[in-house]
């Protein structure tokens, strides 16, 4: 009697086939998504007369590496460098501030349309989504010619109204879907217990969502830290009041600033929402896709 032998399995062969493929295909995505950044970061220590003779050099040598790129990025106008300390130091109070009013209005607001009953609660998410996606550049003329008018062309406290009458929308959107996710079960055992609804919301409500609050003040921070329209716009007449955005704008634009210089500016730009996101990606993982749970 013939013992048959058994063949191989076409599940067994495509799950042999994804050991090897997801792993080659996850190395591929970090590789072309780090590479960019990681050259970027290269050029910026490299000397120039280094980067002139060998641009491709992927891995420099010790006498290469220049950290006066960084110190004339860095230093003030006055000293001979680009004056990128002061723009950090205005870009850092333009976002912060942004996440700050964004979600003193967002929160309340968000919980309002959430819990309360009023006329047109289904109708004002798409309202206030419908708000976001309108374009930028069509506000850009009006909001120039009234910010003349009140003189505060040019100031950081213009800059910061436009950006939260841009953000508060969305994040009210971003945190209504988070607070539906929140059962009323929860207020409702609190309002037994003798709390109003201002106490069941901070004792309650916001403690459950914080992930949700976390993952959109960071999305706040992004936009006000990399935007460049409004910063051009209102900006671009008071070097001492330029954001990080506006000031790399500059350095991109002028033929007399080396490439390594460019560099360290783009690093500078781009390391602070890189900190950021991996220190909050936890959060910011979590409080996206609980947001989008419900509509």
């Given at each position: 009697?013939?013992?048959?032998?058994?063949?191989?399995?076409?599940?067994?062969?495509?799950?042999?086939?994804?050991l090897?493929?997801?792993?080659?295909?996850?190395i591929?995505?970090?590789?072309i998504?780090?590479?960019?950044?990681?050259?970027?970061?290269?050029?910026?220590?490299?000397?120039?007369?280094?980067?002139?003779?060998?641009?491709?050099?992927?891995?420099?040598?010790?006498?290469?590496?220049?950290?006066?790129?960084?110190?004339?990025?860095?230093?003030?106008?006055?000293?001979?460098?680009?004056?990128?300390?002061?723009?950090?130091?205005?870009?850092?109070?333009?976002?912060?501030?942004?996440?700050v009013?964004?979600?003193?209005?967002?929160?309340?607001?968000?919980?309002?349309?959430?819990?309360?009953?009023?006329?047109?609660?289904?109708?004002?998410?798409?309202?206030?989504?419908?708000?976001?996606?309108?374009?930028?550049?069509?506000?850009?003329?009006?909001?120039?010619v009234?910010?003349?008018r009140l003189?505060?062309r040019?100031?950081?406290?213009?800059?910061?109204?436009?950006?939260?009458?841009?953000?508060a929308?969305?994040?009210?959107?971003m945190?209504?879907?988070?607070?539906?996710?929140?059962?009323?079960?929860?207020?409702?055992?609190?309002?037994?217990d003798?709390?109003?609804?201002?106490?069941?919301m901070?004792?309650?409500?916001?403690?459950l969502?914080?992930?949700?609050?976390?993952?959109?003040?960071?999305?706040?921070?992004?936009?006000?830290?990399?935007?460049?329209?409004?910063?051009?716009?209102f900006?671009?007449?008071?070097?001492?009041?330029?954001?990080?955005?506006?000031g790399?704008?500059?350095?991109?634009?002028?033929?007399?600033?080396?490439?390594?210089?460019?560099?360290?500016g783009?690093?500078?730009?781009?390391?602070?929402?890189?900190?950021?996101?991996?220190?909050?990606?936890?959060?910011?993982?979590?409080?996206?896709?609980?947001?989008?749970?419900?509509?």
């Amino acid at each position: 009697m013939s013992t048959a032998t058994p063949g191989i399995s076409r599940d067994s062969v495509e799950r042999r086939l994804l050991l090897v493929i997801r792993p080659a295909f996850i190395i591929f995505l970090l590789v072309i998504s780090l590479f960019p950044f990681y050259y970027m970061v290269l050029l910026s220590f490299r000397q120039l007369d280094s980067v002139l003779q060998d641009p491709g050099a992927l891995w420099p040598s010790l006498g290469e590496i220049d950290l006066d790129t960084y110190k004339n990025v860095l230093a003030s106008t006055a000293d001979g460098g680009q004056g990128f300390l002061n723009f950090i130091k205005n870009s850092m109070l333009v976002a912060l501030g942004t996440v700050v009013i964004s979600l003193l209005v967002a929160i309340p607001g968000a919980y309002a349309v959430s819990r309360l009953e009023f006329f047109g609660r289904r109708q004002i998410s798409a309202v206030f989504l419908g708000v976001y996606f309108f374009p930028a550049i069509l506000l850009a003329i009006p909001l120039f010619v009234l910010f003349t008018r009140l003189g505060q062309r040019g100031t950081l406290t213009g800059l910061l109204v436009v950006y939260v009458a841009q953000v508060a929308a969305v994040s009210i959107y971003m945190l209504r879907n988070y607070f539906d996710t929140i059962p009323a079960s929860l207020e409702e055992a609190a309002a037994i217990d003798g709390c109003t609804r201002l106490q069941a919301m901070r004792h309650v409500s916001l403690p459950l969502a914080l992930p949700a609050i976390a993952s959109n003040a960071l999305f706040v921070f992004m936009i006000a830290w990399n935007e460049f329209l409004f910063a051009l716009l209102f900006l671009v007449e008071r070097r001492e009041n330029w954001t990080v955005s506006l000031g790399l704008s500059q350095l991109a634009g002028s033929i007399e600033v080396p490439t390594t210089v460019l560099m360290a500016g783009s690093v500078i730009l781009t390391l602070p929402i890189i900190v950021l996101f991996f220190l909050s990606e936890r959060w910011l993982a979590g409080g996206l896709t609980a947001g989008a749970e419900k509509g």
